[in-house]
T-cell receptor
Framework: DVKVTQSSRYLVKRTGEKVFLECVQD?????MFWYRQDPGLGLRLIYF???????EKGDIPEGYSVSREKKERFSLILESASTSQTSMYLC?????????????FGPGTRLTVL | AQSVTQLGSHVSVSEGALVLLRCNYS??????LFWYVQYPNQGLQLLLK??????LVKGINGFEAEFKKSETSFHLTKPSAHMSDAAEYFC????????????FGKGTRLSVIA
């Protein structure tokens, strides 16, 4: 069964802390994505990666960075967490070739910044 | 650029009644279209997708959707609502080459009343 896992389901951090959110997929997918989900705003794309060491900005990259050193792992980094970054963060992966566009999602990390 | 509009942020139906969740899309290229469901405190799960071919698509849990190019719509239906259908539903679009991340609508929360 395909699987996308995220390192934490719930996380509480202080303003100004550096925060790492980890995502791992076991499907050998080339593409990986980070979204944040807020009530009434749906899913907004933060960053995505088409391959190892590649990254592309999404719609709301400000205040975030990413790292993809291995194909199966895609990390989202909050350099200096702020209360406005309190949200649900969803990671997804997708096959880069031969796939029909479907993205597979992890369970999400609910981050609270105090 | 692609976009998705979901009409109605909240839909409420009685158990056993028809479920209709509306989705309109905008795309300059032939689209792939998706419906995802999110149960409380979980990630997104694919309900169904349209790629090419038959315009009426059947998905899991008795849901189906019809791609209508002339109306740029991809509405989700289920003949008889069940209490377990209560969740948030997201419509999404991508291009057929799979070169772009999915673009999501803002979601529709479905409540089912006993």
């Amino acid at each position: 069964d395909v699987k996308v896992t995220q390192s934490s389901r719930y996380l509480v951090k202080r303003t100004g802390e550096k925060v790492f959110l980890e995502c791992v997929q076991d499907m050998d997918h080339e593409n990986m994505f980070w979204y944040r989900q807020d009530p009434g705003l749906g899913l907004r794309l933060i960053y995505f990666s088409y391959d190892v060491k590649m990254k592309e900005k999404g719609d709301i990259p400000e205040g975030y960075s990413v790292s993809r050193e291995k194909k199966e792992r895609f990390s989202l980094i909050l350099e200096s967490a702020s209360t406005s970054q309190t949200s649900m963060y969803l990671c997804a992966s997708r096959s880069g070739t031969g796939g029909l566009g479907e993205q597979f999602f992890g369970p999400g990390t609910r981050l609270t910044v105090l | 650029a692609q976009s998705v509009t979901q009409l109605g942020s909240h839909v409420s139906v009685s158990e056993g009644a028809l479920v209709l969740l509306r989705c309109n899309y905008s795309s300059s290229v032939p689209p792939y279209l998706f419906w995802y469901v999110q149960y409380p405190n979980q990630g997104l799960q694919l309900l169904l997708k349209y790629t090419t071919g038959a315009t009426l698509v059947k998905g899991i849990n008795g849901f189906e959707a019809e791609f209508k190019k002339s109306e740029t719509s991809f509405h989700l239906t289920k003949p008889s609502a069940h209490m377990s259908d209560a969740a948030e539903y997201f419509c999404a679009v991508s291009d057929q080459q799979g070169n772009t991340p999915l673009v999501f609508g803002k979601g529709t929360r479905l409540s089912v009343i006993a």
